[in-house]
C-alpha cells in the first residue's frame, strides 16, 4: 500500500512539473512593425497582412508609424531593438539608411525583414541580392512592374508616329521611381513602340497632386498620348484633369485598388498592375516568424510577390487588397 502510495506521489509531481514546464520555458514572441507612413492605403494593407498572419500565430506586434519621415523610422527602430522584440520588420523610406537599421537589429541578434524596398543601393545590387544582414527582401519586383505597365502602354499608343509620354513619380528619391520608370521604358522598347518622354515628375502620391501636376502636363503638352502614374492615388486625381480638360491621354497606372481597380472598370483608366501589399505584410511575417523558429534557415531571401498585368479586359482578376 505504502508504495502505491509512493507511486502515486511520484506520478503526481510529474504530472505537476510537465503541466509546469511549458509555463516555465514558454515565452511570447514579439514583432515590431515599422511603417512609412499610414497616411497611404498601402501602407495601412501591408500592417493589416503583417497583424493577421501574427494574430494566427499567437505573436504580439507593435506597430509604429514613421510618418514618411527616415529619422522617425530609425527612431523606432532604436525604440524596438531597446524594447528587445524577437524580429522587426519595415518598409523603408530611404534603403541605403536601412542599412544601419539592419546591422543595429541583427547585432543583437534581432531578425530584419525589408517591405517593398530594397537595403542598400539599388543602382549597385540587384533586387534578388538581398542585402546580407537582412532575414528576407519581400517585394514586387520594381523594374518588372514598369515593364509591365509599359507593355500595357504599348499596345495603347497611336501607330505610325512618335508618341507622347508623361510620367508621374512618388515622393522625390524613392529608389521605385527610377526602377519603374527603366521597367517601363525597357517594355516600350521590346514592344517596339515609338516614343519621348515630355514631362517626368515627382509627387507626394496623392489624388490631388496627381490631378494638378497632369493639369500642369496637359496644359504643357495638349498633345501628350499617354501618362504612367507610379501609383493609382496618382492616377485616380490625373482621370479627373484629363476629362476637365477634354483630353484623349491614356492613362496607366500602378497597384491594382480598389479606387484604380474601380477606375479601369468605368472606362477611366486604362490598365494598372495588381499589386498585394496585405500577402506583402503577412509574407513579411512568415519570412520573421520563420527564422525565430528556426534560427539556422537561410537568410537575405528574396520574396517575390506577383505584379500581373490588369486591363478592362482581365479587370475581375485584381482583387484589391488596398
Not at 509546469?20 to 492605403?41: D, L, N, R, S, W
Not at 523594374?143 to 495603347?156: E, P, Q, V, Y
Not at 534560427?295 to 510577390?305: C, I, L, M, R
Request: hydrophobic share 40%; net charge neutral; proline share 5%.
Amino acid at each position: 500500500m505504502r508504495f502505491i502510495a509512493r507511486m502515486l506521489g511520484v506520478a503526481g509531481i510529474a504530472f505537476m512539473l510537465s503541466c509546469m514546464a511549458p509555463i516555465a520555458t514558454a515565452k511570447e514572441v514579439t514583432f515590431g512593425y515599422v511603417a512609412a507612413g499610414m497616411q497611404f492605403p498601402f501602407n495601412v494593407a501591408v500592417v493589416k497582412g503583417f497583424q493577421s498572419a501574427a494574430k494566427a500565430a499567437g505573436v504580439k506586434t507593435i506597430i509604429l508609424d514613421g510618418k514618411t519621415s527616415v529619422e522617425r523610422q530609425g527612431n523606432a527602430i532604436d525604440d524596438l531593438i531597446a524594447q528587445k522584440v524577437d524580429g522587426i520588420a519595415v518598409l523603408p523610406i530611404d534603403g541605403l539608411v536601412a542599412q544601419g537599421w539592419v546591422d543595429r537589429a541583427t547585432a543583437r541578434n534581432i531578425p530584419f525583414v525589408s517591405v517593398a524596398t530594397e537595403i542598400g543601393d539599388p543602382q549597385k545590387r540587384p533586387i534578388r541580392d538581398v542585402y546580407p544582414g537582412a532575414t528576407a527582401l519581400v517585394s514586387s519586383d520594381e523594374i518588372h512592374t514598369g515593364f509591365n505597365s509599359g507593355d500595357i502602354s504599348a499596345k495603347l499608343l497611336p501607330h505610325g508616329r512618335t508618341a507622347k509620354i508623361a510620367i508621374l513619380e512618388g515622393a522625390p528619391g524613392m529608389p521605385q521611381n527610377w526602377q519603374r520608370t527603366k521597367g517601363f521604358k525597357e517594355g516600350l522598347e521590346k514592344a517596339g513602340a515609338k516614343y519621348e518622354i515630355v514631362a517626368s515628375q515627382p509627387t507626394d502620391l496623392t489624388p490631388e497632386q496627381g490631378q494638378s501636376v497632369c493639369q500642369n502636363i496637359i496644359t504643357a503638352h495638349p498633345d501628350v498620348d499617354l501618362i504612367y502614374n507610379q501609383a493609382d492615388d496618382l492616377v485616380i486625381g490625373c482621370a479627373k484633369a484629363v476629362r476637365e480638360a477634354g483630353s484623349h491621354a491614356k492613362l496607366v497606372g500602378w497597384g491594382g485598388s480598389r479606387l484604380g481597380i474601380s477606375a479601369i472598370k468605368a472606362g477611366e483608366v486604362d490598365g494598372t498592375v495588381c499589386v498585394q501589399p496585405e500577402k506583402m505584410g503577412e509574407l513579411a511575417f512568415k519570412a520573421l516568424y520563420s527564422k525565430v523558429t528556426n534560427p539556422n534557415s537561410q537568410k537575405a531571401q528574396f520574396v517575390e510577390v506577383d505584379t500581373p498585368e490588369i486591363t478592362k479586359a482581365n479587370v475581375s482578376s485584381c482583387v484589391p487588397q488596398w
